[in-house]
T-cell receptor, first 111, second 111 residues
């Protein structure tokens, strides 16, 4: 089992640029979660999917953020345009039943 | 916003000593989970305790849950330098795998 795979591991971009983060969940898992981790706010749930359908996106900060899950094996989190305050580590996690299985995250730096 | 509060925020002990971390939450839960995060990595599940359970053990880990006080504790016995990490509690309020994480406790175990 390869676990949850996220790419890229690190992303450095300039303010105003579009950023796309990618996630491959564990095969067979029907829940997928996107979390953001910062020193100031800790771990925040942004959005989660069940069977590829977004269930709760109330944690998405603003319209600059969007997430898709076109199929059971792939999800993206897009930020357009990016801002310095979006700098954080973004985690993807998947599950069938509890607990959650996390990827190693994407560290995003927006300058 | 974070549901749980963890105490202490940081803990430094010597190898062989026991480490106790506490977690408090605000609203009723279906279960409470503890996760570990090594620097630069994703979270790894340690143990899950259901709302009708009071204590659970896994190896050197012991978790207690007091639903009347809305609190939980994680005890790591005979700590090792490799236990150095951040530890997070997470609460599941609706049985939909949607977790709310606490702020974490940074544990340092000195050899």
């Amino acid at each position: 089992d390869a676990g949850v795979i996220q790419s890229p591991r690190h992303e450095v971009t300039e303010m105003g640029q579009e950023v796309t983060l990618r996630c491959k969940p564990i095969s067979g898992h029907d829940y997928l979660f996107w979390y953001r981790q910062t020193m100031m706010r800790g771990l925040e749930l942004l959005i989660y999917f069940n069977n590829n359908v977004p269930i709760d996106d109330s944690g998405m900060p603003e319209d600059r953020f969007s997430a898709k899950m076109p199929n059971a094996s792939f999800s993206t989190l897009k930020i357009q345009p990016s801002e310095p305050r979006d700098s954080a580590v973004y985690f993807c996690a998947s599950s069938l039943v509890p607990p959650l299985h996390f990827g190693n995250g994407t560290r995003l730096t927006v300058t | 916003s974070q549901q749980g509060e963890e105490d202490p925020q940081a803990l430094s002990i010597q190898e062989g000593e026991n480490a106790t971390m506490n977690c408090s939450y605000k609203t009723s839960i279906n279960n409470l989970q503890w996760y570990r995060q090594n620097s630069g990595r994703g979270l790894v599940h340690l143990i899950l305790i259901r709302s009708n359970e009071r204590e659970k053990h896994s190896g050197r880990l012991r978790v207690t849950l007091d639903t009347s006080k809305k609190s939980s504790s994680l005890l790591i016995t005979a700590s090792r330098a490799a236990d150095t990490a951040s530890y997070f509690c997470a609460t599941d309020h609706n049985a939909g795998n949607m977790l709310t994480f606490g702020g974490g406790t940074r544990l340092m175990v000195k050899p």
